[in-house]
């Protein structure tokens, strides 16, 4: 069989692979300690389960319009009102069966053969590929922990091109954990106001910040470029909710209404259970967010201290997410009974097969000296976990 050209421009998940990899080492009864998936250890909150056993037994199971129910819609619309401050009318928003289906719709309505598209490194997974299956080129833009993983405004500039199509940012960013300030998003908005092209601003990550930092997109700190940006965010993150596979995009109605075709004729709309159980999610009680932003924050801290403490590791202080992107490459060079380990590859699977750890190897992120540690695990995986990574790390020569 000779499958389309299109299935070979990209790879599979690198993050979703390490996850099955332990999970079938933990199948065979090996105890394998998961910083793999980026996903929240928490339950579902109570109240949101509720509003979804409520959906099935009152029999809101069929189909529902392509782009989601006019009562999500409009607790979407009081959502980027009330936290970002950004008026959206029902037309501008459309609802997908995740952000990363959102973002997907984003890139088959935007990007033509040849169209060029901005992405800071080190990047979430997808970017890259889902702008290469729509036949455009990723244009990157590197970062390291020296200027904290953000990209500076003569950096953007020079990236741009005639054939600039759209930026994506991703603050708070996975997998390094940075986040951009008002005013640096201000900075790199006023670079993009001098040219014409399309900013993707993925959200998903809004809540989780932590120091108190207050969050910002790149719509409410440059007003102006409100009408050039399409908001992305949904409900997997904040609210525990990532096999629900609820994920929005706001912004201008003729790329809304693009998306909503192309979803009209692939997945149709998304569940009308978990619409019903996100509405409760974006309207109801916050304790439970609270409760686990506050229990990343202090994992966060104990994860990148202990990190920075074993030789070898350095690892930047994030501010949101969950995620530790400590730069290993001095680690690099080093060798385990006899086999070199030379990067970031050769390191995760030292890691999974000595130390029974399942990392993310930073080249899967465009970032070769880096790992990936997600901390959406419980505080006693990450203390056990770590302890195994230091005393593996210890018997390198
Ligand atoms: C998890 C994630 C998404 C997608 O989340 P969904 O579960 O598809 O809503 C999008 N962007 C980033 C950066 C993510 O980490």
Redesign the pocket.
């Known amino acids: 069989m000779k499958l389309a050209d299109r299935v070979h421009k990209i790879q599979p998940s690198p993050t979703l692979a390490i996850d099955a990899k332990a999970k079938a080492l933990k199948a065979e009864g090996i105890d394998v300690i998961g910083f793999g998936v980026?996903e929240p250890d928490f339950d579902t909150p109570e109240n949101i389960r509720q509003a979804a056993k409520k959906a099935i037994d009152n029999g809101f199971t069929r189909y529902t319009p392509v782009g989601g129910i006019d009562e999500l819609k409009d607790a979407i619309i009081s959502k980027l009102k009330r936290d970002n401050g950004l008026e959206f009318r029902r037309d501008q928003i459309t609802v997908a069966c995740?952000?990363?289906?959102s973002?997907y719709n984003i890139s088959q309505a935007l990007i033509q053969e040849g169209d060029e598209v901005i992405i800071p490194v080190p990047y979430?997974v997808?970017y890259p590929d889902q702008v290469l299956l729509a036949g455009g080129r990723p244009v990157f833009v590197d970062t390291d922990e020296k200027s904290a993983f953000k990209i500076s405004p003569e950096q953007l500039e020079k990236a741009i091109t005639p054939r600039t199509k759209a930026l994506i940012l991703?603050s708070p960013c996975?997998p390094t954990g940075t986040s951009y300030t008002r005013d640096e998003l201000r900075k790199l908005g006023e670079v993009c106001l001098k040219y014409d092209f399309m900013i993707i601003s993925?959200d998903?990550?809004e809540k989780l910040l932590y120091d108190g930092i207050p969050f910002a997109n790149i719509a409410s700190a440059v007003p102006e470029l409100q009408s050039r940006t399409i908001v992305v965010n949904?409900v997997?993150?904040t609210f525990a909710m990532?096999g629900w596979?609820?994920?929005y995009a706001a912004g201008p109605v003729e790329i809304i209404s693009a998306m909503t075709k192309l979803q009209s004729q692939s997945t149709s709309n998304p569940s009308s259970v978990a619409q019903k159980a996100s509405i409760e999610a974006l309207n109801g009680p916050q304790d439970a967010v609270k409760m686990m932003i506050s229990e990343f924050e202090n994992r966060r801290t104990y994860i990148v201290k202990r990190l920075n403490d074993i030789p070898g590791i350095s690892c930047f202080m994030s501010t949101g997410a969950f995620y530790a992107f400590p730069n290993v490459s001095e680690l690099y060079g080093k060798s385990f009974s006899g086999k070199a380990i030379n990067n970031s590859t050769n390191l995760c699977a030292f890691f999974l097969e000595h130390a029974r750890v399942a990392v993310v190897p930073g080249i899967a992120f465009g970032a070769d000296n880096y790992v990936r540690f997600s901390y959406a695990t419980s505080m006693d995986n990450i203390r056990r976990g770590i302890d195994r990574i230091e005393e593996a790390i210890s018997a390198l020569v």
């Open positions: 980026g995740g952000a990363k289906h973002l979430w997808s991703n996975n993925d998903i990550y949904g997997s993150k990532t596979r609820i994920g």
